[in-house]
C-alpha cells in the first residue's frame, strides 16, 4: 500500500538572510501562535480524502520550524493524528537552525517522536556566514550538532552550500572537513542561486559582493562528491548524500512521484495522481483566511498526460539510480527510449546520461548541469 507525506510550513525566521527567497518573514509570538491555530484546522478540516490515509513521513520546513514552542509543535502534530493515519515508524523531520534551540527544547522536540533533524549549518566559516547574513556562528553549529545528539537524535541531516561569493575552493574544502568531521547521517549541499531581488543579488549589482564564480562553484560540487564518498557516504540524488540507510524518505516522496500533502502558506500539495495543488503564499492573509473559514488553496492544476511524463522524467533524474524504463512504460504504456530518441543521443554523447535497455541515469557532468538536461523534456 502506498503511503503518503505530510509537509508543514513554518514561515518564521529570527532574520531574513540575504540570499533567501522563501516565503518565510520575521518570527512575530502572536502571529506565530495564530498561524498554529490555522494550520491544525487547515489540518484537520482538509476535504481532499474521505478515510483517513496511511502517512509514513512528516516534515516540518520553512522558515525556521525550531523557533516555534515544543507545546505549539504537538497542537500539529496532534491535528496530524487526528485526520491521518501516522504509521509507527513515520519518518518525522524538522528544520532547524543552529543557536535556535536548547537541550530543553530538543528533547521535548525528540520526545514528540521527531527522529530526524534537518540542520542548517550552510558553511563553518564566520565570514561566509555573516555575508549571507545568518545570525549564527560556526561555533554554534558545532554546539547545536552535539545538542541535538545529546538530545537523542541519531538520525541529522546538514545543509551546506557552495559556491559563495569570495569563497575559494580552499575555505570550501576545510567546510567539508569540518562536517564530515560531524559525521552527520545525511548531507544536503547546494550551489547557491543568486534570485532577483534578494538582498544579496542587489549587494552583487552594486560590486559589494563579488559574483560568484560558477567553475568553481562545480569544482566544489566534484569535490564533494570525492570527499563524501572516500569518507562512506553514498550518492544518491544530485544535491544529497547520506550514510547507508539514511536517505530522505520524506524528500525521496517528491523525485518518485509519491502523494505528498502540504500545510501552511505556500505549501504545495500532489495526490500522487494527476492533481497538483498550492497554498496562499503570505502567512498573515493564510492565517486570515483559516480563521475566517475559507480556503488557502490559490492554485490548483491537472497535468495533461504529457506533462505528467515530463515531470516524472525529471523528477525521476535527480535520483543517481536513474529511471526504471520498463517502469515507465508499465506506468504510462509508452517508450521513453523512442519518444526522445534524438535528444537522448544527444545528451548521451555529450556525456550528460548514462542509458542502457534498463535504465536512464544522469553522469557527474549531467548531475552539475542539470537543468539543461531537464529542459529537454519540459
Ligand atoms: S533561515 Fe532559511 S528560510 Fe530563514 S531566512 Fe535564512 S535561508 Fe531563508
Same mark, same amino acid.
Not at 173 to 176: A, D, E, F, I, Q
Not at 179 to 183: F, P, Q
Not at 375 to 378: A, D, N, P
Given at each position: ?11 518564521f ?6 540570499y533567501c527567497?522563501f516565503?518565510?518573514g520575521?518570527y512575530?509570538?502572536g502571529l ?9 484546522d487547515?489540518?484537520?478540516s482538509?476535504?481532499?480524502m474521505?478515510?483517513a490515509?496511511a ?9 525556521t520550524?525550531s523557533?516555534?514552542a515544543?507545546?505549539?509543535?504537538a497542537r ?5 493524528k487526528k485526520r491521518?493515519?501516522?504509521e ?8 532547524m537552525?543552529?543557536?535556535t ?6 528533547r521535548a ?21 555573516k555575508?549571507?547574513g ?12 552535539s545538542?541535538?545528539r545529546?538530545?537523542g537524535f541519531?538520525n541529522?541531516s546538514?545543509?551546506l552550500i557552495a559556491g ?6 580552499q575555505n570550501w574544502?576545510?567546510?567539508?572537513d569540518e ?5 552527520p547521517?545525511h ?10 531581488g534578494?538582498?544579496?543579488a ?7 559582493q563579488?559574483?560568484p ?5 562545480a569544482?566544489m ?23 547507508r ?6 524528500n525521496?516522496?517528491?523525485w518518485t512521484?509519491e502523494?505528498?500533502?502540504?500545510f501552511g502558506?505556500?505549501?504545495h500539495s *500532489?495526490?500522487? =495522481?494527476?492533481?497538483?495543488w498550492?497554498?496562499e503564499r503570505? /502567512?498573515?492573509?493564510y #492565517?486570515? !483566511?483559516? +480563521?475566517n &473559514?475559507?480556503?488557502a488553496?490559490v492554485?490548483?492544476?491537472e497535468l ?6 515530463a ?14 524504463l520498463?517502469? *515507465?512504460?508499465? =506506468?504510462?504504456?509508452a517508450d521513453?527510449?523512442a519518444e526522445? /530518441?534524438?535528444?537522448? #543521443?544527444r !545528451?548521451? +554523447?555529450? &556525456? ?10 544522469l553522469t557527474?557532468?549531467g548531475?552539475?548541469l542539470?537543468?539543461?538536461v531537464f529542459?529537454?523534456?519540459?
Open positions: 500500500m502506498q503511503r503518503s507525506g505530510i509537509y508543514i510550513h513554518i514561515p525566521c529570527r532574520a531574513r538572510c540575504s527567497d516565503a518565510t520575521a512575530e509570538s506565530a501562535e495564530r498561524y498554529v491555530r490555522a494550520l491544525a487547515e489540518i484537520t482538509n476535504t481532499f474521505e478515510d490515509l502517512v509514513d513521513t512528516i516534515y516540518f520546513g520553512g522558515g520550524p523557533l516555534l515544543p507545546s505549539q509543535v500539529i502534530l496532534e491535528a496530524v491521518f493515519r501516522v509507527k515508524d513515520a519518518e518525522v523531520t524538522m528544520e537552525n543552529p543557536g534551540v536548547t537541550l530543553e527544547s530538543l522536540f525528540r520526545a514528540q517522536d521527531i527522529n530526524r533533524a534537518s540542520f542548517g549549518a550552510q558553511t563553518f566559516d564566520d565570514l561566509e556566514l555575508r549571507l545568518r545570525t549564527h556562528t560556526a561555533e554554534d553549529v558545532r554546539r547545536t550538532f545538542l541535538l545529546e538530545a541519531a541529522i546538514f545543509d559563495l561569493p569570495g569563497q575559494t575552493l574544502s576545510r567546510n567539508l562536517a564530515l568531521k560531524l559525521r547521517e548531507l544536503s549541499f547546494y550551489i547557491l542561486e543568486v534570485h532577483a534578494t538582498p544579496l542587489e549587494q552583487i549589482r552594486r560590486g559589494a563579488p559574483q564564480d560558477d567553475d568553481v562553484a569544482d560540487y566534484r569535490l564533494m562528491l570525492e570527499r563524501a564518498a572516500s569518507s562512506g557516504y553514498e550518492h544518491y540524488e544530485i544535491s544529497n548524500l547520506c550514510l540507510g539514511y536517505e530522505s524518505r520524506h525521496t516522496k517528491y512521484g502523494a505528498v500533502y502540504g502558506c505556500s505549501a *500532489y495526490d500522487g =495522481r494527476r492533481t497538483r498550492s497554498n503570505d /502567512a498573515a492573509r #492565517t486570515e !483566511l483559516m +480563521e &473559514g475559507r480556503n488553496i492554485e490548483t492544476i495533461d498526460e504529457r506533462t505528467a511524463r515531470e516524472s522524467i525529471f523528477l525521476g533524474l535527480r535520483l543517481m539510480r536513474g529511471i526504471n520498463e517502469e *515507465y512504460r508499465a =506506468r504510462f504504456g521513453l527510449r526522445y /530518441a534524438d535528444d537522448l #543521443t !545528451l548521451n +554523447e555529450a &556525456g550528460l546520461i548514462e542509458l542502457d535497455k534498463h535504465l536512464l541515469k557527474t557532468s548531475a552539475l542539470s537543468n539543461e529542459s529537454t523534456f519540459v
